[in-house]
C-alpha cells in the first residue's frame, strides 16, 4: 500500500528540547516537503528537497533542520531555537516538477 | 507576501446547489494550479489540477476554471453533498521554483442538508 508515513501523530515536548519528526514514503518519489499549519494560516513550506543529500530552504526554515539521506526518508528537527513550535506539521512528496503532492497525515506538535 | 489569495474564508452552500470557491494569485510565473481538500487533523488531499495551456478542467463533480489574464482560478462543484463540507486550498506552483508548491490560506466549505 503506497504512502506517506508521518509519525507519531501527536508529539509532546517541553520547552527547549529538540524533537524530529519522521516522514517515510515507499512511492518512489523525488521530491520531499515539510510544512506548518497554523490557525487561519494555511500551509506554509519549511524545507523542501528535489533530490537525495540536496535541500532547499523554504519561507519559514529558521529553527528547523532537515536531512535526506535516503530517498524514502525526509525527518524534519524542530530545534529550541524556533519560537512557535506548536503546529500541525505536514510531510508531502511528488514525483517532481508540476505534479501534485500526496500529503501524509501530519503530526500535531505541543510544546509546553 | 501571500502569491496565492483566498479571499473568502468561509462558503455555506445547500445540498444540490453549486459551490463556487475562488482563488486568486500575483506571481505570473505559475504555470500549474491545484485544489487540495483537507478534513480536520488529517492531511490534505489533491482533488483536480489544471495546466496554465489549458482554461478549464473536468472531473466528475469537480470543475476548476483558469482566468490567465485575471490570475484567477476557481473550483466548481456540482452538485454540493454534505461530505464536501472541508476545507478546500488553492496551490499553485512555477517551473522556475522547481515545482515547490505556494497555498492558500484555505476556505471552509459548509454543505447543508
Known amino acids: 500500500d503506497g504512502g506517506i508515513t508521518q509519525s507519531p501523530k501527536y508529539l509532546f515536548r517541553k520547552e527547549g528540547q529538540n524533537v524530529t519528526l519522521s516522514c517515510e514514503q515507499n512511492?518512489?518519489?523525488?521530491?520531499m516537503y515539510w510544512y506548518r499549519q497554523d490557525p487561519g494560516q494555511g500551509l506554509r513550506l519549511i524545507y523542501y528537497s528535489q533530490i537525495v543529500n540536496d535541500f532547499q530552504k523554504g519561507d519559514i526554515a529558521e529553527g528547523y533542520s532537515v536531512s535526506r539521506e535516503k530517498k524514502e526518508s525526509f525527518p524534519l528537527t524542530v530545534t529550541s531555537a524556533q519560537k512557535n513550535p506548536t503546529a500541525f506539521y505536514l510531510c508531502?512528496?511528488?514525483?517532481?516538477?508540476?505534479?501534485?503532492?500526496?500529503f501524509g497525515q501530519g503530526t500535531r506538535l505541543t510544546v509546553v | 507576501d501571500q502569491q496565492v489569495k483566498q479571499n473568502s474564508p468561509s462558503l455555506s452552500v445547500q445540498e444540490g446547489r453549486i459551490s463556487i470557491l475562488n482563488c486568486d494569485y500575483t506571481?505570473?510565473?505559475?504555470?500549474?494550479f491545484l485544489w487540495y481538500k483537507k478534513y480536520p487533523a488529517e492531511g490534505p488531499t489533491f482533488l483536480i489540477s489544471?495546466?496554465?495551456?489549458?482554461d478549464k478542467n473536468e472531473d466528475g463533480r469537480f470543475t476548476v476554471f483558469l482566468n490567465k489574464s485575471a490570475k484567477h482560478l476557481s473550483l466548481h462543484i456540482v452538485p454540493s453533498q454534505p461530505g464536501d463540507s472541508a476545507v478546500y486550498f488553492c496551490a499553485a506552483s512555477a517551473m522556475m521554483t522547481l515545482g515547490r508548491l505556494y497555498f492558500g490560506r484555505g476556505t471552509q466549505l459548509t454543505v447543508w442538508p
Open positions: 506571481n505570473s510565473m505559475f504555470d500549474y
Open positions: 508531502a512528496s511528488s514525483e517532481g516538477m508540476n505534479t501534485e503532492a500526496f
Open positions: 512511492l518512489n518519489h523525488d521530491a
Open positions: 489544471i495546466s496554465s495551456i489549458k
